[in-house]
């Protein structure tokens, strides 16, 4: 589902150590500037490893945790046509989570580290998902929104210089569209209904819209790693640009909805096509990042009772997977 | 009982390959860990085939696959770049010769 430029300058470790610049780095930089792509084996700095690893496995923590939300409405859809989507929906997002470790893993960490550090509470994903599903309007904001955002987001890293992550984003953007689009359904359905059912949407709205707006990551001023990731063409627009794209795109489609954003300094500034929008909360943002946003305790607590449910499961895999390979050895022998 | 990550260190990584159709090759789409070849053939069913991307899968233990050192692509492949004379356009033919 998601990307999200985390980082606060508190978190300094992608940052570059002053170091000589060797021969290598100047190489790997004209690569980059000649648009080549970095593959697994090829030379690349330890902070080009190590800010794409960060990055990759944040991105596919935050689909795996991103299907709780959204799993937690599977069973209450109110008809078939939107549970077969959502169901669809949410086992897309388990996809994306293993294309992205399996792109992480091309750098040499393991997947069991991966997963050791999320169920830890060691590793950092979407802030977006720890907010909670209250109605089944959320459904319908998180698919317009969120996947919204999303989507802004993930487009420019199918460019992204390192191979198996560009690659793994085409994969994404290819399945998200119709995340999106089921979404955006969703809310128009509820906003043509009942007086009761808009209400419901807009309150979705008013919930999702801020934090939709925090997906970008700080603004460009207090963002920690822009400038050496847009060098490294890992990242192609700044968090305040695509903040922006998605303002613009998504207030015509509120209005299309007969919603109103959540946002009294909200309007369009007719010199520039832009829209201007009022300041955007970073207290909250922070506090979530920190662990206390309404939901991060049960996301992380779900994550291991799945895994610890799970358990056996991966036992007996193990120990059928065994049995099968002495039979084929007696078979043989 | 709690358990860790560590209860799955053993599953080996698949690289996982994908037939478009019949008449095209199988091309490299990613990976996965699992089990068994059985095991990664199901899995890689549900993650990489969900909107009919395929009709054959391969999966092929990483671990078997031999790779060439990145830091060799000028010995290997670039002597192939000052031989023109495998390629067609080096010969040259009259135009009024037609069908060659």
Known sequence: MYTQGLDSKADQGAQPS??????????????????????????????????????????????IVGMLPEGNWITRAPSLRRKVALLAKVQDEGGHGLYLYSAAETLGVSRDELVEQLLAGKAKYSSIFNYPTLTWA???????????????????????????????????????????????????????????????????????????????????????????????????????????????????????????????????????????????????????????????????????????????????????????????????? | MNHTASDRKDWPLFEIFIRPKNGLSHKHVGSLHAADAKMALGNARDVYTRRGEGVSIWAVPAAAIAASDPADKASLFEPADDKVYRHPTFYEIPADVKNI
């Open chain 1, 18 to 63: 002053p170091r000589l610049v060797t021969d290598n780095d100047i190489r790997f930089q004209e690569r980059i500037d000649a648009e080549e792509k970095i593959e697994p084996r090829d030379w690349m700095p330890d902070g080009y490893r190590r800010t794409l690893v960060r990055q990759i496995a944040q991105h596919a923590h935050s689909e």
């Open chain 1, 138 to 333: 959320d459904i319908g904001a998180i698919g317009w929104l969120v996947d919204g955002a999303a989507i802004m987001n993930q487009v420019p890293l199918c460019r992204c210089s390192y191979g198996p992550y560009a690659r793994a984003m085409i994969r994404v953007c290819r399945e998200e569209s119709f995340h999106q689009r089921q979404g955006y359904e969703l809310m128009l359905a509820l906003a043509n209904g009942t007086a009761e059912q808009k209400r419901m949407a807009q309150d979705a709205l008013n919930r999702w819209w801020w934090p939709s707006l925090m997906m970008f990551g700080p603004s460009d001023d207090q963002s920690a790693h822009s400038a050496q990731n847009m060098a490294w063409k890992i990242k192609r627009f700044s968090n305040d640009e695509l903040r922006q794209r998605f303002v613009d795109a998504t207030v015509p489609q509120a209005e299309f909805l007969g919603l109103t954003i959540p946002d009294p300094d909200l309007r369009l500034n007719a010199e520039t096509g832009h829209y201007e929008f009022g300041a955007i909360d970073w207290s909250e943002f922070n506090e979530i990042l920190k662990g206390n946003g309404p939901c991060n305790r049960e996301r992380l607590e779900a994550r291991r009772k799945a895994w610890d449910e799970g358990a056996w499961v991966r036992e007996a895999a193990t120990a059928h997977a065994a049995k099968r390979a002495q039979r084929h050895l007696k078979n043989v022998g």
